[in-house]
């Protein structure tokens, strides 16, 4: 593998090198470019400055001064008004950090006025990041034969004009909607082949997302051990890069794999410590996702109370978040923990409500899981799974009904479960709790 780059101010007439500066050791990169900062006159330098500054925020999971960095590149790229080229990769960094604080539709908006200028000024090599991130976009919106067919033209191009890094990046996010669309031998195939592309290079960022990705492949064909043996690998380089969120969340994958495999003890250990950074990162919806995971284990395990132990802060989270989702997955559980516990007629209320939130939750106001961070693998970025504002409505769109619709629903089960009389005082104590929470919204 090669040598990280060392700073200096050769990084400047060096992009590649400045980008794996900022993947590889971000806050060096950071504390290089704050020393830089007084003496940039260059336009030029002072776009790669914060376009790279951004790049390093984002690796270390800070989407807001990703974003700040990144608005900063196109207020510099515009006092070079005739360098087109680095004017769109200014905006390529505030569409990517845009997309990662959840505004999709501003995203795209950035990125197609991005995109305009590449095709009128003929810069094939600069569309290739745009293409990506439209893929994505494309991806979270739940097109994914549009967003295969733009990761496919992005990948054409950069096999022409492009270099190994955004080859890479086109090969895992073409990966990851193949395993979306259930092609999981195909996606497995396109993984190895990212993986080749950059071998020897010093890139631990998109190898652990790639290895994490083909893990998950493997996994849905079947092969626990492989899939074990290769997230694990992509836990190590997560570690040594040190970004919280995605150490919880190739946490939480391995937790599903032990899981499947009946492996509880095993899968919870995986579960507890992803939970920890998620409660202290306070990303509320895959803190959510994986308290839901914990419950669907302690009820298979018939471990109904101590299920009910994580249940007010799951449907605590669900509510935050809107999501028809979550509400349908816990109203599932907590029916199952309700029948284990001898409840049947709050288990069958708990049915018909998880069948309703199910309904909503195929229509289209609320999309389906996002791609994964961009921060997790090459610009802009791989899908690999939920991110934390999957469950929100789109902007300017017609969910307000429903979101009120789900509000009253939630209140008027959370106030009528107070007054039901249950045998069990463990139930009757959680229950309780969960009104309490319905009446301080």
Not at 149 to 174: C, M, Q, W, Y
Request: hydrophobic share 40%; aromatic share 8%; with cysteine.
């Amino acid at each position: 593998m090669a040598e990280a780059p060392v700073p200096g101010p050769h990084l400047f007439d060096d992009a590649d090198a400045f980008q794996r500066f900022a993947e590889h050791s971000p806050e060096a990169c950071l504390e290089f470019i704050a020393g830089q900062r007084g003496h940039l006159t260059d336009p030029v330098h002072r776009v790669y400055a914060e376009v790279y500054a951004s790049v390093a925020h984002r690796t270390l999971g800070n989407n807001t001064a990703s974003h700040e960095a990144a608005a900063s590149a196109v207020a510099f790229a515009r006092e070079d008004g005739g360098n087109t080229a680095l004017r769109v990769k200014a905006k390529h960094a505030l569409a990517v950090a845009t997309y990662l604080e959840g505004r999709i539709d501003e995203a795209s908006g950035i990125v197609d006025a991005a995109l305009t200028l590449a095709d009128f000024y003929l810069l094939e090599a600069e569309k290739t990041p745009l293409l990506n991130l439209v893929g994505i976009i494309n991806w979270r919106r739940g097109n994914l034969p549009r967003a295969l067919e733009v990761f496919k033209d992005s990948a054409r191009i950069n096999r022409v004009h492009g270099t190994p890094r955004r080859l890479h990046a086109n090969l895992s996010n073409i990966g990851m909607t193949l395993y979306r669309m259930w092609k999981y031998e195909k996606s497995i195939d396109v993984y190895e082949e990212a993986l080749e592309v950059i071998e020897g290079m010093d890139m631990p960022l998109q190898r652990a997302a790639v290895l994490s990705n083909l893990g998950e492949s493997y996994a849905a064909l079947g092969n626990a051990r492989r899939a074990e043996e290769l997230i694990l690998e992509s836990l190590a380089l997560e570690r040594r890069i040190g970004n919280e969120k995605n150490i919880a969340l190739t946490l939480f994958i391995l937790g599903k794999i032990a899981s499947g495999e009946g492996e509880w003890e095993k899968a919870r250990r995986y579960y507890d410590e992803a939970l920890d950074l998620q409660r202290n990162q306070k990303t509320v919806w895959d803190a959510s996702t994986t308290i839901r995971y914990i419950t669907r284990d302690l009820v298979a395990q018939g471990r109904y109370n101590e299920a009910l132990d994580f249940m007010e802060e799951g449907f605590r989270h669900a509510k935050a978040i809107h999501s028809h989702t979550l509400l349908r997955d816990y109203h599932e559980v907590l029916a199952r923990a309700l029948a284990g516990a001898g409840e049947a007629d709050l288990a069958n209320y708990h049915e018909s409500l998880a069948a309703h939130f199910d309904t909503l939750a195929r229509e289209p106001a609320e999309p389906p899981p996002p791609p994964a961070d961009p921060v997790k693998a090459s610009a802009p970025g791989t899908p690999a799974a939920s991110g934390s504002d999957a469950g929100s409505a789109p902007r300017g769109s017609s969910a307000d009904w429903i979101q009120v619709l789900v509000g009253i629903f939630v209140v008027f089960l959370l106030l009528g479960l107070g007054s039901l009389l249950l045998s069990n005082r463990r139930l009757r104590y959680h229950l309780e709790e969960m009104k309490r929470l319905a009446e301080n919204d």
